[in-house]
């Protein structure tokens, strides 16, 4: 009994492993693969790049740079390290901030600023039509001025994750130096001094 219940139970089985095998022919038959799907989802540049400042890159700046200080007073030394567990993983937040801000920054069609917005301090910051106009004109320097604010923070993000004061305060040089480089570039109004601002991100000037 139970011999023969085993064997009708094997037959339908293999009758479905034929039909399956059919499918799969069929499935195999010559049809041309169907190109990669375009993809549907695209990024919605909703922050300004001013908002992208005040609110991603600005913050975790300040708080990499008032992290090692050393003040001489009259009384000695005094010296401000991160120390405590919170301390670190504060920086570590804001360095991965900073890393994908570069990011952010690199995105086609992203406004400069609000349109209501104007220049604080006009004749010293340009307004955000001519910081835009400078932008189309060299979107390569943009994107190299973007590029070089997720590197610095790379250096940053690697810096506080080793725990190493030595290297948060290099590293925190040249993210000074990424900030001014940019806005130098596309911020302030042309230098009159006779200083070229497209000379000091060591790339050949124009
Ligand atoms: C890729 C270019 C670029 C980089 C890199 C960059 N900025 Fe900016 N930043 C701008 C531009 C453009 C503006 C002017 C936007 C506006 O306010 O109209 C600006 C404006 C600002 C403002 C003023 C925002 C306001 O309230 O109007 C602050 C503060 C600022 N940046 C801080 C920083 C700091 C700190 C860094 C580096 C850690 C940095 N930026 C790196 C392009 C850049």
């Not at 693969?33 to 989802?41: I, L, Q, S, T």
Request: proline letters at 8%.
């Amino acid at each position: 009994m139970l011999q023969s219940r085993t064997t009708r139970h094997r037959s339908p089985p293999s009758t479905l492993a034929g039909i399956l095998a059919g499918t799969v022919l069929m499935s195999c038959a010559p049809e041309p693969a169907a190109p990669p799907a375009v993809p549907v989802v695209e990024f919605q540049p909703t922050a300004t790049v001013e908002d992208i400042m005040r609110a991603m890159v600005d913050p975790p700046a300040d708080a990499m740079w008032d992290a090692v200080v050393t003040t001489v007073t009259d009384t000695g030394i005094e010296e401000v390290r991160p120390e405590t567990d919170e301390d670190w993983l504060s920086l570590e937040r804001g360095a991965v901030m900073l890393v994908e801000a570069g990011n952010l920054l690199l995105i086609d069609g992203r406004r400069i600023a609000d349109e209501d917005s104007v220049s604080e301090l006009p004749g010293i910051d340009l307004e955000p039509a001519e910081i835009a106009a400078r932008v189309e004109q060299d979107r390569d320097a943009w994107m190299r001025s973007a590029r070089e604010l997720h590197d610095a923070g790379v250096v940053m993000l690697n810096a506080v994750r080793d725990r190493n004061v030595e290297a948060l305060l290099e590293g925190g040089n040249r993210l000074d130096v990424a900030c001014e480089n940019c806005h130098t570039r596309f911020w302030y109004p042309p230098d009159t001094s006779g200083n070229d601002a497209a000379a000091t991100d060591g790339s050949p000037s124009p």
